[in-house]
């Protein structure tokens, strides 16, 4: 089954520790993205990728890193989490047929930081 | 910068009739608008794409206006049911991004 898959699910943590999302479509699409999600906000990008090795700023970045190594895998680092980054997550990919393709939603990461 | 713009408020309609979703955009000259639909707990899911050049796109009971001058897309659900209660979320889309609304809640009663 093509789908975009994001683990944990949930996850509760403290301020300060490092904690990474991941990540993962099995669609073989270039492109890869991170958003998040908070309410009366809408879906706010963090990060893109457009290939293997190649990452980008989206519109929400600081307090957060990416990473590329292989074209199925995107994780989404958190270095040193603040409440302020409490959200739900969503991974996204699309096929390489240009930027009006449908995007695939992973089903969310929510986190809470304490 | 970029605003989009949907109805903050829930859109309550009885079962049957035609829901009609609205998004407005400023500050922006998309290539193309597309809309999702998203359940509680549950990732956003395509619904449709309408692309600059094009007035209306249909698809099944949805149909989708894009209206560039106005800077407006219209979503339509006709013969709603109440299957169809969801968040209906619009995104502006540009090279390599897509800007999404808040979205709306649409509840489709019995």
């Known amino acids: 089954e093509a789908q975009v898959t994001q683990n944990p699910r949930y996850l509760i943590t403290v301020t300060g520790k490092k904690l990474t999302v991941t990540c993962s479509q099995n669609?073989?699409?270039?492109?890869m993205s991170w958003y998040r999600q908070d309410p009366g906000l809408g879906l706010r990008q963090i990060y893109y990728?457009?290939?293997?090795?190649?990452?980008d700023k989206g519109d929400v970045p600081e307090g957060y890193k990416v990473s590329r190594k292989e074209k199925r895998n995107f994780p989404l680092i958190l270095e040193s989490p603040s409440p302020n980054q409490t959200s739900l997550y969503f991974c996204?990919?699309?096929?390489?047929?240009?930027?009006?393709?449908?995007?695939?939603f992973g089903p969310g990461t929510r986190l809470t930081v304490l | 910068s970029q605003k989009i713009e949907q109805n903050s408020e829930a859109l309550n309609i009885q079962e049957g009739k035609t829901a009609t979703l609205t998004c407005n955009y400023t500050?922006?000259?998309?290539?193309?608008l597309q809309w999702y639909r998203q359940d509680p707990g549950r990732g956003p899911v395509f619904l449709l794409l309408?692309?600059?050049?094009?007035k209306e796109k249909r698809k099944e009971r949805l149909k989708v206006t894009f209206d560039t001058t106005l800077k407006q897309s219209l979503f339509h659900i006709t013969a709603s049911q109440p299957a169809d209660s969801a968040t209906y979320l619009c995104?502006?889309?540009?090279?390599?991004?897509?800007?999404f609304g808040a979205g709306t809640r649409l509840a489709v009663h019995p």
């Open positions: 996204a990919s699309r096929p390489p047929s240009g930027g009006a393709s449908e995007q695939f």
């Open positions: 669609m073989n699409h270039e492109y």
């Open positions: 990728s457009m290939n293997v090795e190649v990452t």
């Open positions: 500050n922006y000259s998309p290539a193309y």
């Open positions: 309408i692309r600059e050049n094009e």
């Open positions: 995104a502006l889309g540009g090279y390599n991004k897509l800007i």
